[in-house]
C-alpha cells in the first residue's frame, strides 16, 4: 500500500534515521567497552611479565623475602582469573573481575602459560626451600633463568594474541560505522528525493499561487492535484478561499465605490467646518452639510445646556424646522440612547419624543437617524437628520454622519475655546490697563496731592496769622502742583511713559527727589552711595532704573506720612552682580503679618516694580524699631 501522507512519509523517514543513529551509537558504546575490556587483559598480562622477572630476581637475591611469596600469591590470582575467569587485581591495586576468554587461540595461550608458570613454580620451590643453605647452586639457577624465559615467551605470546583480537574487533568497527554512514547516506538521499518531487516542487506551485492571489490576480486557479493528501488538502483549500477572495472582492469593490463617495464628502465637509471659527456659522454649516450628505429633508444640531440636563436646538435645516427655542429632556428615550449610551440611533420619527422629529412625522415611514456630537470623552449634543422616504438609513450612511459630528464636536470645542480666549484676552487687557493706571495714580497723582494737603494745611495757617506774601509762595506752589498733577492723569490715561533716565541721570534723579521731599517734609534724608566712584553709571537696565526711582519715592513718602519717623538715610550700593537701594527710617515700624497689601497698595507696588525689572523687595520692620526697605536689582550685562 503507497503512502500518500506527508507526515507519515517524514515520520517514516525520521523514525529509521533515529533508529540508525540509535544502532550506530549502541554498537559503538558496545565495542568500546570490549576495547576497555581487552586493554585491562593486556595491562594485567603485561604486569605478569614484570612480577615473573621480580620473582626471578627476588629468588635469586632473598628466596626467603615476604615480598616473594606476596609476588607469588598476586601471580597465581591474576594466572586464573586470565585463564578461566574470576577476581583479580588491576595494575592500580583495584580489584577486577574477569571473564572466562571464549577464543581458542586465547585460551591455548593462557594454557600454555599456566604450563610455564607451573614449571617456574618448581624451580621456585628449590630455591626457596626452607631447609636449604647458602647460595643457589649453579644448576639451579640456570633452570630459574630458563624457566623465567619459557614463562616470558608464553606470556609475550598471549599479549599477542590480546592485541590481535582487539585489532580485530577495531576493524569491525570501522566496517559497522562504514555501513552506517552508507545507509544514512542512503536515507538522505531518499529524504531528499521525497522531499523535492513530493514536496518542494508542489509548494513552489502553491507559491506561484499564492503570489498570484497576492498581487490581486485571481482569475488563475489553484492546483489540486498532487501525491501527498496534505498538499491535495491545502491546495482545495487556498482554491476555495481564492474564489471566496474573488467573490468578496467584487462585493466590496461596489461598496468601497459607494462609500468612498460618502467619505469624499464628509471630507470636504468637515474642512469646511473646521475652519470655521464663528460659532453660529460653524452650527449652521454643520446642519447644511449633514443634511446634504445624506440627502434628507431637514436637520437639527441640539446642545446640551450647562447642567447637562436638557438639549436645546441650536441650529437646523431644511425645510419645517423649528424654533430655537426648542427643548427636550435628556432623560427621554431617543436622548437617552444617543446622549447617554452614545449610540447611533435610526428610528421613526413618529416614535421620537422631540419637538423637532414630531414635527415631521406626518409623512408615513419618515425616519430620523440621530448621532452624537463626542469630543473625547465629551459629549456636547446630539445632531439628527430626516428623511421623508421610507427608506431605512444604512449603517454606511450612520458611520459617515457619526465621523461628521465628532469633527463639528471638535470644531465646536475650538470655537467655544477661540470665544472664551478672545474674552479672556480682552479681561487680561482690561485688568492691565487698570494695574496700569493704579500704579501711576500711586506713584504721581496721590504723592502730589499728598502734597498739595500738606501746603493746604500751610496756607491755613499762614492766613490765619496774615503772612500774606508767604501764603502766596504757598499757593503759587500748590498752583504747579496741580498743574503737574493734571499733567499726571492727562499721561496715565493716554499710557505715556517718561524716558527711562541712564545710570548718572539716575544718582542725578535720586538726589534731586531726596532734595524734594526735604524741602516739602523738612526732614532730614540723607543720600549717601557705596562702591560708586564719581562720575560713574549705574549698570541698570532702563526699566530698573526707572522703577526703581518710583520704588525710592513711595518709600521717602511712606516714611514721612505712616512712620513718623525723625532721620531717613538713602544708602545705594553697588557689588559686582547688584545694585541696591536702602530706605531706612528711625520711625514707628508696623507688624508686616498685619498688613493687609490688598487695601495698602504702596508695599504690593513696590514689590510689582521690583519683581518686573528682575529684582527683589525685603521689607524689614517690627513695631517701634524703624523700617528698612531694601530694593535689590541684577547688574545688566554688556557684550564687549
Not at 575490556?37 to 594485567?44: E, F, Q, S
Not at 626451600?129 to 639457577?141: E, H, L
Not at 510689582?608 to 526697605?629: D, F, I, K, Q
Amino acid at each position: 500500500m503507497k503512502v500518500r501522507s506527508l507526515r507519515l512519509r517524514l515520520s517514516l523517514l525520521f523514525l529509521a534515521f533515529l533508529a540508525l543513529v540509535t544502532a550506530s551509537v549502541a554498537v559503538t558504546f558496545v565495542t568500546l567497552e570490549r576495547q576497555r575490556h581487552d586493554a585491562r587483559l593486556i595491562n594485567l598480562a603485561g604486569r605478569q611479565r614484570m612480577l615473573s622477572q621480580r620473582m626471578t630476581w627476588l629468588a635469586l637475591a632473598a628466596p626467603h623475602s615476604a615480598a616473594l611469596q606476596a609476588d607469588r600469591a598476586r601471580f597465581q590470582q591474576t594466572m586464573t582469573a586470565l585463564r578461566f575467569g574470576g577476581p583479580a587485581l588491576d595494575p592500580e591495586g583495584q580489584p577486577v573481575v574477569l571473564p572466562a576468554p571464549t577464543d581458542p587461540a586465547l585460551e591455548s595461550a593462557m594454557a600454555e602459560a599456566a604450563a610455564a608458570w607451573e614449571r617456574f613454580q618448581a624451580v621456585l620451590d628449590r630455591l626457596t626451600d626452607p631447609a636449604r643453605q647458602g647460595p643457589p647452586a649453579a644448576a639451579d639457577v640456570t633452570a630459574l633463568t630458563a624457566a623465567s624465559a619459557a614463562l616470558l615467551d608464553s606470556l609475550d605470546r598471549g599479549v599477542a594474541v590480546l592485541a590481535a583480537l582487539a585489532e580485530a574487533k577495531v576493524q569491525r568497527l570501522r566496517l559497522i560505522q562504514a555501513s552506517f554512514l552508507l545507509m544514512a547516506l542512503a536515507l538522505l538521499v531518499v529524504g531528499y528525493y521525497l522531499t523535492r518531487s513530493h514536496l518542494l516542487r508542489p509548494l513552489a506551485r502553491l507559491e506561484r499561487s499564492a503570489q498570484q492571489m497576492a498581487v490581486g490576480n485571481l482569475e488563475v486557479p489553484v492546483p489540486t492535484v498532487f501525491v501527498l493528501h496534505e498538499l491535495r488538502q491545502l491546495g482545495t483549500t487556498l482554491e476555495t478561499m481564492r474564489q471566496q477572495v474573488l467573490a468578496g472582492r467584487q462585493e466590496l469593490e461596489g461598496r468601497v465605490r459607494h462609500r468612498t463617495r460618502e467619505l469624499t464628502t464628509a471630507f470636504e465637509f468637515t474642512q469646511e467646518i473646521v475652519g470655521q471659527l464663528e460659532l453660529e456659522q460653524l452650527l449652521d454649516s454643520v446642519t447644511q452639510r449633514s443634511r446634504a450628505l445624506l440627502a434628507g429633508s431637514a436637520a437639527a444640531l441640539c446642545l446640551l445646556d450647562e447642567e447637562a440636563q436638557a438639549l436645546r436646538l441650536a441650529a437646523g435645516s431644511g425645510d419645517g424646522w423649528a424654533d430655537l427655542s426648542l427643548r427636550q429632556p435628556v432623560d427621554g428615550p431617543l436622548a437617552r440612547q444617543v446622549i447617554g449610551q452614545g449610540r447611533t440611533v435610526v428610528t421613526e420619527t413618529a416614535c421620537a419624543s422631540c419637538g423637532f422629529l414630531r414635527s415631521h412625522s406626518i409623512a408615513p415611514g419618515s425616519h430620523c437617524i440621530a448621532t452624537p456630537l463626542r469630543a473625547g470623552n465629551a459629549t456636547l449634543g446630539a445632531l439628527c437628520v430626516v428623511r421623508p422616504q421610507t427608506a431605512r438609513f444604512e449603517a454606511e450612511e450612520g458611520a459617515a454622519l457619526s465621523l461628521l459630528a465628532n469633527t463639528a464636536a471638535v470644531a465646536i470645542l475650538n470655537a467655544r475655546l477661540v470665544e472664551e480666549g478672545r474674552h479672556q484676552a480682552e479681561l487680561a487687557a482690561a485688568q492691565a490697563e487698570r494695574e496700569r493706571l493704579a500704579r501711576n495714580l500711586h506713584d504721581n497723582l496721590a504723592q502730589t496731592l499728598s502734597f498739595l494737603n500738606l501746603r493746604a494745611d500751610r496756607l491755613q495757617e499762614l492766613i490765619a496769622i496774615g503772612a500774606a506774601e508767604e501764603a502766596a509762595t504757598v499757593l503759587s506752589e500748590m498752583r504747579g502742583a496741580t498743574t503737574r498733577a493734571y499733567g499726571q492723569v492727562r499721561d496715565a490715561l493716554a499710557g505715556l511713559r517718561a524716558a527711562p533716565p541712564n545710570g548718572q541721570a539716575l544718582l542725578d534723579s535720586l538726589r534731586a527727589c531726596v532734595a524734594e521731599m526735604r524741602s516739602l517734609t523738612e526732614l532730614p534724608i540723607e543720600l549717601t552711595c557705596e562702591g560708586i566712584a564719581d562720575g560713574e553709571d549705574l549698570p541698570l537696565s532702563p526699566v530698573a532704573q526707572q522703577q526703581a526711582l518710583h520704588i525710592v519715592r513711595e518709600a521717602l513718602t511712606n516714611a514721612w506720612r505712616h512712620a513718623r519717623a525723625q532721620a531717613v538715610r538713602v544708602v545705594v550700593r553697588r557689588t559686582p552682580t547688584a545694585v541696591s537701594i536702602t530706605v531706612a527710617d528711625d520711625g514707628c515700624g508696623f507688624d508686616p503679618a498685619a498688613v493687609d497689601e490688598t487695601t495698602h497698595l504702596g508695599l504690593t507696588i513696590m514689590r510689582a516694580r521690583a519683581e518686573r525689572s528682575g529684582g527683589h523687595l525685603l521689607v524689614e520692620t517690627a513695631p517701634g524699631a524703624g523700617t528698612r526697605v531694601i530694593a535689590a536689582f541684577p547688574v545688566e550685562r554688556t557684550n564687549r
